[in-house]
């Protein structure tokens, strides 16, 4: 990879451009040099124009010299970069990470390699770790975590709250991350603290009241871990009907641990993700398919199997249904059934997961990697649901993809196609990311 910086321009976003791009993935479908049918909008020997923050153009090379004039009303580019025949592609958009926290539970994973069953009441030894930490160590781990994710590519996350359970701790958790994220989850409802052990009801009452009301102007969304051992579907659709009722936007954990009704119970209230999705009936499924077909928006493409655009990625969408599978990595779970979802026509999305306890991951490219090896999806699939789908379940239509207007989130792979993330999987394959222009590090 070369670069150059025009004489005279000042560090910054600026103008960037990207030649010699073998392969390019903008999940831009009917874009400049795209193919019909192609939902993930691949280009070859292609260039990429970012400036201002955001991406100007993106096409095949041949179309663009006169393209990326006119993009820039004849001005050069700030900068040029020579990709040298590597592949790009959007960065990724993790939309399931619980990042705020103290402590470690590596013990925990030796045992539970050894034999011990993962089980949700793992959860409260990190809750008494991170009520004991500082706001300073707490924020410390958070960037130390979220600076891993970009060097791996990450350029969009959403972060929960979940580990203080109190309502300060809770303040403090989505305070911390709003920091860093606008896109903030308040997971009180995360599980049943000791305090209040056998007095379930008494802790919803708390969450949809007074950690509601605290919590809530640091937050987008509200979520629940709607599992036996958590909270029944009758707890969850009262927090999550509160956090709706004060302006949050609905997430829900379900499926994780076993069949329940969590998954329907998302999909009814017009949830815009359910996570895990592990153990699923035919009526869940068909619940995750029909939310995109009743909603009228189901994102454009040929393929059932890879779901199109982020164009239609508004309040009126469906549910997509978020695989985590780091988690079954980490626990030794069975694998979501990724291919019987997407061949049902629902709209899938890959995440981290990253938490201490059952997906202590920050590699988007790991899950892209086990996605194709393990859930049975294509290399187009799974980068298409980490990047469009991430956003898609976060409600995001500037993200996730390198159309025009699009935030300039940039992934330059140390490899000449994206197969290469299942093909070498743990490789450190990310040259370079752009987040909104600027280069990470």
């Known amino acids: 990879?070369?670069?150059?910086?025009?004489?005279?321009?000042?560090?910054?976003?600026?103008?960037?451009?990207?030649?010699?791009?073998?392969?390019?993935?903008?999940?831009?479908?009917?874009?400049?040099?795209?193919?019909?049918?192609?939902?993930?909008?691949?280009?070859?020997?292609?260039?990429?124009?970012?400036?201002?923050?955001?991406?100007?153009?993106?096409?095949?090379?041949?179309?663009?010299?006169?393209?990326?004039?006119?993009?820039?009303?004849?001005?050069?580019?700030?900068?040029t970069v020579d990709a040298g025949g590597r592949a790009v592609l959007p960065g990724f958009v993790d939309s399931h990470t619980h990042l705020v926290f103290a402590g470690d539970r590596a013990a925990e994973f030796e045992a539970r390699m050894a034999g011990r069953p993962y089980e949700a009441g793992g959860i409260r030894s990190t809750v008494a770790a991170t009520r004991a930490a500082s706001d300073d160590v707490l924020r410390a781990g958070l960037a130390r975590h979220l600076d891993e994710a970009a060097r791996q590519g990450t350029t969009t996350v959403e972060v929960k709250g979940g580990y203080g359970l109190t309502v300060a701790d809770e303040e403090r958790s989505v305070r911390l991350a709003r920091e860093v994220t606008p896109e903030?989850?308040?997971?009180?409802?995360?599980?049943?603290?000791?305090?209040?052990?056998?007095?379930?009801?008494?802790?919803?009452?708390?969450?949809?009241?007074?950690?509601?009301?605290?919590?809530?102007?640091?937050?987008?969304?509200?979520?629940?871990?709607?599992?036996?051992?958590?909270?029944?579907?009758?707890?969850?659709?009262?927090?999550?009907?509160?956090?709706?009722?004060?302006?949050?936007?609905?997430?829900?954990?379900?499926?994780?641990?076993?069949?329940?009704?969590?998954?329907?119970?998302?999909?009814?209230?017009?949830?815009?993700?359910?996570?895990?999705?592990?153990?699923?009936?035919?009526?869940?499924?068909?619940?995750?398919?029909?939310?995109?077909?009743?909603?009228?928006?189901?994102?454009?493409?040929?393929?059932?199997?890879?779901?199109?655009?982020?164009?239609?990625?508004?309040?009126?969408?469906?549910?997509?249904?978020?695989?985590?599978?780091?988690?079954?990595?980490?626990?030794?779970?069975?694998?979501?059934?990724?291919?019987?979802?997407?061949?049902?026509?629902?709209?899938?999305?890959?995440?981290?997961?990253?938490?201490?306890?059952?997906?202590?991951?920050?590699?988007m490219p790991l899950c892209v990697a086990l996605a194709v090896r393990e859930m049975r999806m294509t290399v187009a699939e799974a980068v298409w649901s980490a990047t469009a789908g991430g956003a898609l379940a976060l409600r995001r239509d500037d993200v996730g993809h390198l159309a025009p207007g699009a935030r300039a989130d940039v992934v330059l792979l140390d490899a000449p196609s994206r197969t290469h993330l299942a093909y070498r999987p743990g490789v450190p394959l990310v040259a370079k990311t752009w987040k909104s222009g600027h280069p990470h590090p």
């Open 184 to 363: 903030v989850t308040f997971l009180g409802a995360h599980v049943v603290p000791v305090e209040f052990a056998g007095r379930a009801d008494a802790y919803v009452d708390l969450v949809c009241g007074e950690m509601l009301a605290t919590c809530a102007p640091h937050a987008r969304w509200v979520d629940v871990f709607c599992e036996t051992g958590a909270f029944t579907p009758e707890q969850s659709r009262r927090v999550l009907e509160a956090g709706a009722a004060a302006g949050l936007g609905v997430r829900v954990h379900a499926g994780q641990l076993g069949p329940g009704e969590g998954v329907r119970l998302a999909v009814g209230l017009g949830a815009a993700a359910v996570d895990h999705c592990t153990y699923l009936t035919d009526d869940d499924v068909a619940a995750l398919a029909g939310s995109w077909t009743d909603s009228g928006t189901r994102p454009n493409g040929t393929s059932r199997a890879v779901a199109g655009t982020v164009a239609t990625s508004g309040a009126g969408a469906g549910t997509v249904a978020t695989l985590l599978p780091g988690v079954e990595f980490s626990t030794r779970q069975p694998y979501p059934d990724a291919r019987r979802l997407l061949d049902a026509g629902a709209v899938v999305a890959l995440a981290s997961d990253c938490n201490p306890g059952s997906s202590y991951t920050s590699s």
């Open 1 to 79: 990879m070369t670069g150059r910086r025009a004489a005279g321009t000042s560090a910054g976003p600026g103008s960037t451009l990207v030649t010699g791009i073998g392969e390019l993935t903008t999940n831009a479908p009917g874009g400049p040099g795209t193919r019909d049918g192609d939902p993930t909008g691949l280009v070859t020997d292609a260039v990429l124009l970012l400036d201002g923050g955001r991406v100007a153009w993106a096409g095949p090379a041949r179309e663009a010299r006169d393209a990326v004039g006119h993009a820039l009303d004849g001005r050069e580019p700030d900068v």
